[in-house]
C-alpha cells in the first residue's frame, strides 16, 4: 500500500521510497524515511494535497510524491 491510499485519521509506518533522484531528495528532506510513522490529518477534495503530520511536523505533501512512498 502507499501512503496516497492511505485513509484519513490513520497513523502508518513507511516501509521504503520509491522514486530517484530530486524526488527521493525532497521527500527525505522532510524528515520522511525508512521506519518513521507518518499521520494523515486530512486529504484536500481531489486529492491534492495530503496533508500529514511526521516527527511532530505537519507537511502537505503532493499526491504524486504520496504515490512514491510504500507504507504498513
Same mark, same amino acid.
Given at each position: 500500500? @502507499?501512503?496516497? #491510499? &492511505?485513509?484519513?485519521?490513520? @497513523?502508518?509506518?513507511?516501509?521504503?521510497?520509491?522514486? *530517484?533522484? &530530486?524526488? $527521493?531528495?525532497?521527500?527525505?528532506?522532510?524528515?520522511? @524515511? $525508512?521506519?518513521? +510513522?507518518?499521520? %494523515?490529518? $486530512?486529504? &484536500?477534495?481531489?486529492?491534492?494535497?495530503? #496533508?500529514? @503530520?511526521?516527527?511532530?511536523? #505537519?507537511?502537505?505533501?503532493?499526491? &504524486? +510524491?504520496?504515490?512514491? %512512498? +510504500?507504507? *504498513?
Amino acid at each position: 500500500m @502507499t501512503l496516497k #491510499e &492511505a485513509k484519513v485519521g490513520q @497513523t502508518v509506518k513507511v516501509n521504503r521510497l520509491n522514486g *530517484e533522484g &530530486a524526488v $527521493k531528495r525532497r521527500i527525505m528532506d522532510m524528515g520522511i @524515511t $525508512k521506519g518513521v +510513522d507518518v499521520f %494523515i490529518r $486530512k486529504v &484536500a477534495p481531489l486529492g491534492d494535497p495530503i #496533508e500529514v @503530520t511526521v516527527r511532530g511536523y #505537519e507537511l502537505s505533501l503532493r499526491k &504524486a +510524491d504520496a504515490a512514491m %512512498i +510504500d507504507v *504498513e
